[in-house]
Every structure is written in structure tokens, then in C-alpha cells.
């Protein structure tokens, strides 16, 4: 069974996930890293090009190749889930649900790279935005659900492992 990460932007999937793989000793495949690497371009730079349709195919795409594999980390962008085929490609995964508050992923998101936007808002009133059209979704798909905001790398990946623990799946 695959563990698939997924949440807004700025919640620490990749990281998470990074450092649940070493710990698990599983596969570690990040959904965007693995279509940056494949268009040989930024993300910000295959949106600015060819849109958000032609990058959520290729998303779609990544997904089915690592849908694919068994005992995996899977780490997706913000918006892999809301399309119902990928909840379906991933749907043998345990999906965990990493949140933060508003005030967390802004202050993230202030020293992260520049991101695409998604609603053609300033990135205060995104989050805002997708927050309230995504969570709803988000905590529908979420086998376990994991708040990040005052916890260490090592802390979301200890509460990960007690929840693997109880379900027997280490």
C-alpha cells in the first residue's frame, strides 16, 4: 500500500514525505518534482507557457505512472486531488491530509519560490480562495488527517508512524 500526502500548498508534503521514506524505507515520488523534471521546466514556467489544463494532463499523467508502484511515499500538488481519476488512480493508497492554519502557510509561503497563482488573486486572498473550495473535498478523500502547524518534520512523521502502527500497516 502506497502512502500519498496531499494538502494545500506550503504544508509540508515534500519535506514530509522525504523524510517518511527514509524512515519507512519506501520509494519517495513527488508529483511536481517529477513533472518539472519531465518538461525540463519550473512549474511557474509550464503554466506561464501552456496553461493549467496542459499541466494537470501531465500531472494526471505522473499519477497513473506511480499509481503503478507498491509501498511507496507519494507526495501531490495542491490540486491533484480535486480531480476525481486521480482520487481513483491513487484510490489503494492510505491518503493522508497535511493542514496548516492560514497565518502558517502565508508565513511559508513568503519564503518559498513564487508559485503559480490559481485564482489570479494576491497570495492572501488565494489561500483563502482555495482553502474554502478545497478542504471540504480534501477532508472527504483523508484517511488521516494531520495538522502541521507547531510540529517539527519529525513530529508530523511520528504522529504518520503511530497511525501506521495502529493500522497495522508497519
Do not use: H
Request: net charge negative; with cysteine; glycine share 4%.
Amino acid at each position: 500500500m502506497n502512502i500519498t500526502l496531499f494538502g494545500l500548498r506550503c504544508v509540508g508534503k515534500t519535506t514530509v514525505g522525504l523524510r517518511l521514506s527514509d524512515i519507512t524505507d519506501r520509494v519517495f515520488f513527488d508529483t511536481d518534482s517529477i513533472i518539472k523534471k519531465r518538461e525540463s521546466k519550473s512549474i511557474q514556467e509550464i503554466i506561464n507557457e501552456k496553461g493549467w489544463d496542459y499541466f494537470r494532463t501531465r500531472e494526471k499523467e505522473v499519477i497513473k505512472d506511480v499509481s503503478k508502484e507498491n509501498n511507496a511515499v507519494i507526495s501531490l500538488g495542491g490540486g491533484a486531488l480535486m480531480d476525481k481519476e486521480n482520487v481513483e488512480l491513487l484510490k489503494d493508497s492510505l491518503f493522508i491530509l497535511l493542514k496548516a492554519d492560514i497565518q502558517t502557510m502565508r508565513s511559508r509561503m513568503e519564503g518559498d519560490a513564487p508559485r503559480p497563482s490559481l485564482t489570479n488573486q494576491d497570495s492572501q486572498n488565494e489561500i483563502d480562495v482555495i482553502m474554502a473550495e478545497r478542504m471540504p473535498v480534501y477532508e472527504e478523500i483523508a484517511d488521516i488527517i494531520i495538522d502541521t502547524d507547531s510540529l517539527s518534520v519529525y513530529e508530523v512523521c511520528d504522529k504518520i508512524l503511530l497511525e501506521l502502527e495502529k493500522r497495522r500497516l508497519m
